[in-house]
């Protein structure tokens, strides 16, 4: 049986085997038993990372389905009571549960509404909301009628907004008049009016209610609120009978270079993956109750809050605020109110509550849990063990899980307690993933060692393509090292063929789990008038992981007020959104440049990682002085 779970090492490593030896058949028996099909796939994988020239890879080709009739409707039948989505809002105890039943009426409510808005199969809808369950049941409503969502984090800025607008021609945004965090109130309506003022491809905007707030406006010709909408709406919505390979979602997410890219998931690959992964790893029983902490602006959440939990119809959590509100005590408190067992966050996040010492987690029960998960960034091994130890009373295996936007489910990860565990490691390859380390000349690292990651054959969740971009999909991740896909990442091997992360290897940022590229906030540095060039860089910072560094050389002649560093900030909230902010500016006369002027970042990179003496070969560049007036004006923490 396929779906049984890999409960040992021995379990795992058969399956490793079976699926590298036999890939179609593997995923196939997986699907079958796994996802309500209409009609079932007799193909495996069609093409290779050597042929996606000629289109992109396909899974289950011949297969069609409706992900929303494994997310709800056979489990609205089965078990109609159970609740599926299990809500706290921003203020503790402000509680909702939504049954298998009620989320199958509301998802139809809201496909209803998308459908007379004029919406089809293929359209594309954007959703930009915070952690309220209508997040969710919006994008099920997307999913039912064949629609595309991409789901824009309510962090981002209105500029930000309209560049993913406009790259997909979202016809509808869904949003929310406010949302709450942290007992602040953001103006997410608002900053849709100014993402879609002027031309715009958007035709109506649905508005869900989230609290009494003064000023928002309904544009009557173009806006609907939700709940007066859904309440009109009928409750009944056929699904849409979807090709395994027809879209799903996009989702963007930063590269080293250039604007944000549009991960394309499909629909039959993407929705075995997750769910298999989900239990899998997590090791799900019936009766769990299951909380991610992420948000669903993000791959996480799409994954591993909506898309593969429901499908395995277990009852996941969702949380509309963050683990220090009202104080740091607020995810065991919501623990023991909820009895939730599996739990998973971001290193980020335990760092933070670690800092505020144990008294908050100890005065709360946590016997109820049982898996913890680690997610987003490499997680340091002391606080992997306050994770294991304070939080989980050394009784809970942490499953340290590796993926990304693009690989769409995890793919390096313990099995929940079946896998020995390390602090800090990843592990070993979920079977279907088939890691290889490569240095710098391309060459294999076989055994013990440490390269770039890339990642063999190709597995059902994997991102098909970048929307309306598929030369660039395939430039940024197979034109490194042919045959393969390369991660970004760079990875050490131990002796027990366990794999640690060790972090980006290219211009990607990762501050606080959130993926930033060095290159967007250049471009909003530079667009001030008086910098004339800016790099930036992360550097090491003990509770987001990295921080921040920005390098600014002044225009000639320019002025800098008081507060140029806090305009400067102000210019990057406004192209990137509120979670973007440097900590550290540092005024440079010239940037490390070679002969043909390329910034040389790997010399940045040392300088703020205060590993001067590691500098390396200098003699690339333009004009070796610069490094010494760089190194002079460093501005240490
Ligand atoms: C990048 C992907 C995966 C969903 C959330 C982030 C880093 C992610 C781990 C981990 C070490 C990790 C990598 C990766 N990363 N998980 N367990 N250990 N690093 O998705 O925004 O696409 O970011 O996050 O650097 O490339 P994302």
Redesign the pocket.
Known sequence: MPTHLLDDLDAWRKAWLDARNDPDGFWLRITHDLIAWRRQPSRGLDGSYLTLREGPITWFADGTLNVTESCIDRHAQAHPDKVAILWEGDEPGDVRRITYAELLDLTSRAANVLLEAGIQKGDRVIIYMGMVPEAAIAMLACARIGAIHSVVFGGFSAEALRDRVRDCAAEVVITQNVGLRGGRTLPLKATVDQAIQGESSVRRVLVLHRAPAPDTHLHPLRDLDWHQALAAASPVCPPVECAAEDPLFILY?SGSTGRPKGLLHTTGGYITYVAWTHRQVFGLQPDDIYACM?DVG???GHSYIVYGPLANGATTFMFESTPTYPDAGRYWDMVERHRLSIFYTAPTAIRAIAAQGDAHVTRYDRSSLRVLG??????NPEAWRWYHDVVGEGRCPVV????????GGICI?PLHGATPTKPGA?TLPLPGIIPALLDGDGHLIWGPGEGYLCLEHPWPGQARTVWGDHDRYIATYFSAYAGRYF???GCRRDADGYHW?T??VDD?L?VS???MGTAEFESALQSHDSVAEAAVVGFPHPIKGQGVYAFVVLQPQAETPDAFFDDLNRLIREHIGAHARVDRFQLAPALPKTRSGKVMRRILRKIVEEQPEQLGDLSTLADPQVVQALLAGYIPA
């Open positions: 997410t992420a993000w791959i996480t680690s997610v987003g960034e490499p997680i340290d899980t590796w993926w990304q936007t693009e690989t990860s990843a991660t970004g990442d992360i972090g980006r990607v990762n789990g959130h993926r």
